[in-house]
């Protein structure tokens, strides 16, 4: 099956940083999702993103298709910004998760 | 977007017993649906995919007769988890979307403690 990878594992970050989370995957994909996941374990959909660039307030994203990538960019983080980011794809039927970057934002 | 709700968010059952999650898409309807597991800290792996009106199709390890799945209409999945044992405790979140390859949602998922 299609492999997801994701970079950093952990993060650290002081509030007002910037990040760029990335996203690798090993095949052509259909659809290319960015989630949070929160405390309480929700997952929180960011942004479909199969291919382009989009931008929503702080966080914005960019998937290359054509070099299988997709980058996760936060802009002065903060403190709430704290979770778990996963990259999901889909090269059948089904959303394909890599193993997540866990992000710690400190004040 | 969507929403998709999932019900109980949390439960703790005796080992031996039967526990049945519901998965609800309130504003659309879903011929297809997908039940997941994510134990602590770790990614989130597909168990199976529930299709409207027919059996499910199960990924490879998972049992089927374990974890029983039914799709009997067109916004809602219930995912039983018979016989539980501890091993079974986990954190159980389901997904649905438009259809194809659009934009999937998740609901709230459900933390299964079995004791």
């Known amino acids: 099956g299609i492999q997801v990878e994701q970079s950093p594992p952990d993060l650290i970050l002081q509030e007002g940083a910037n990040s760029t989370l990335r996203c690798n995957f090993s095949d052509s994909v259909n659809n290319l999702q960015w989630f949070h996941q929160n405390p309480w374990g929700q997952l929180i959909n960011l942004f479909y993103i199969p291919s382009g660039t989009k931008q929503n307030g702080r966080l914005s994203a960019t998937t290359v298709a054509t070099e299988r990538y997709s980058l996760l960019y936060i802009s002065s983080s903060q403190t709430t910004d704290s979770g778990v980011y996963f990259c999901a794809v889909v090269a059948g039927y089904a959303l394909n998760f890599g193993k997540g970057t866990s992000l710690l934002v400190t004040p | 977007g969507a929403v998709v709700s999932q019900h109980p968010s949390r439960v703790i059952c005796k080992s031996g017993t039967s526990v049945k999650i519901e998965c609800r898409s309130l504003d659309f309807q879903a011929t297809t649906m997908f039940w997941y597991r994510q134990f602590p800290k770790k990614s989130l792996m597909l168990m199976a995919t529930?299709?409207?009106?027919?059996?499910?199709?199960?990924e490879q390890g998972v049992e089927k007769d374990k974890f029983l799945i039914n799709h009997a209409s067109l916004t809602l999945s219930t995912l039983t988890v018979t016989s539980a044992h501890p091993e079974d405790s986990s954190f159980y979140i389901c997904s649905a979307s438009l259809g194809g390859n659009t934009e999937a949602f998740f609901g709230q998922g459900t933390r299964l403690t079995v004791v």
């Open positions: 529930s299709n409207e009106g027919s059996k499910a199709t199960y």
